[in-house]
């Protein structure tokens, strides 16, 4: 029997890279990869289904599920992680040192449902601080007019505002037209070291580790999917990705462990990888068992936050031939 030939879009990580390469094989597929940014995933995913098998955002593959005929079946391949206390961005001259201070401001953000901006509000809403309390200013970052993805039905206490025509957010928040920002990468006046802009958590990687502690979550930011079509008409399909996405991750682990000449270009690798074995020895997990606390709290906040119409289980997510796995 020849293998399938699929088409699979996915982010360039080291945890990808052995798929990519063809070291690691995918029983039954012949897959055609393509490396590419979130952006352009997600736009091809949610708005043309223009691959096989996806890597996807977990907010806007919720948002789809509560809706007819979504496209993909996710399986338990957490391809993105990420803690966000590293996400919030502020004006440094308005007064703004807790949380409870972003009450009544203007934040801009790329797009509402941006899974890194779900996550961010959840941590909010722990502190005190409710959507409702906060004005979101929707626009691009550095290039103006940026649409959702997916078109939402957001409550009517949640106050979102487009950007003014021709502008973006990173002079916005030069300008000193927002207060702040929140999103999964860095604006470009913080990266060019603006003097007025600084983040929140000053020390967000303590923040993170903090909450960490206090929670037992580590943020999941985007799954896999593949067709439900194919997922139907080839059963044994999504085991297979999740077996080959777990040897990739795993031949990606033993490469950073290897600190006899590092595999990233970075130092103190060996003393990161120490903080994080102490947070978890399998802190970056693969699989729905060890993963149901985070994606909990999750699908409760993504659905109090008004993106998902009801309240998800963790059972819908994932295709049923990936929830358990063989041992020997």
């Known amino acids: 029997m020849s293998k399938l030939q699929l088409s699979l879009a996915m982010g360039d990580y080291d945890r990808t890279r052995p798929i990519h390469d063809g070291r690691v094989q995918i029983d039954g597929v012949d897959p055609i990869t393509f490396l590419q940014s979130p952006e352009e995933m997600f736009f091809n ?33 957490f391809l993105s992680r990420a803690f966000r206390h590293s996400s919030v961005y502020i004006r ?12 009544g ?19 909010l809403a722990d502190a ?9 200013v929707r626009g691009g970052m550095d290039k103006p007019g940026r649409p959702e993805k997916i078109k939402l039905d957001l409550p009517d206490n949640v106050t979102i505002e487009n950007a003014p025509e ?40 303590s923040a993170a580790r903090q909450w960490h502690q206090d929670t037992g979550l580590f943020p999941i930011m985007h799954v896999l999917g593949v067709r439900r079509s194919l997922a139907e008409q080839h059963p044994w399909l999504p085991g297979a ?40 020895k399998d802190l970056w997990s ?4 060890p993963n149901v606390k985070t994606l909990e709290y999750f699908l409760r906040n993504h659905y109090e936050q008004g993106l998902s ?9 994932f295709h049923p031939a990936t929830t358990e796995v063989y041992s020997l």
Request: glycine share 6%.
């Open 45 to 77: 995913a949610f708005r043309h289904e223009t691959s096989d098998i996806s890597e996807i955002s977990l907010s806007s593959y919720c948002v789809s599920l509560t809706r007819e005929n979504p496209p993909y079946i996710a399986i338990p391949v």
């Open 92 to 103: 440094a001259d308005r007064g703004i040192e807790t949380p409870q201070d972003l009450k």
């Open 105 to 123: 401001r203007r934040i801009g953000i790329a797009e509402y449902q941006l899974t890194a901006n779900v996550w961010v509000r959840a941590i």
């Open 128 to 136: 005190g601080v409710t959507p409702d309390q906060i004005t979101w």
């Open 166 to 205: 021709g502008a973006t957010l990173n002079q916005m928040l030069i300008d000193g037209e927002i207060d702040g920002f929140i999103g999964p990468r860095w604006p470009r006046c913080f990266h060019e070291g603006h003097p007025q802009i600084r983040r929140l958590w000053q020390d967000g990687f």
């Open 241 to 280: 990705l999740l077996k080959a996405f777990t040897e990739a991750k795993t031949m990606a682990l033993d490469a950073l462990s290897d600190t006899s000449a590092t595999k990233v270009t970075m130092p103190f690798v060996e003393d990161v990888l120490g903080v994080t074995q102490q947070m978890s």
């Open 286 to 289: 693969y699989g729905v068992a």
């Open 309 to 317: 119409s009801r309240h998800l289980s963790v059972d819908e997510l």
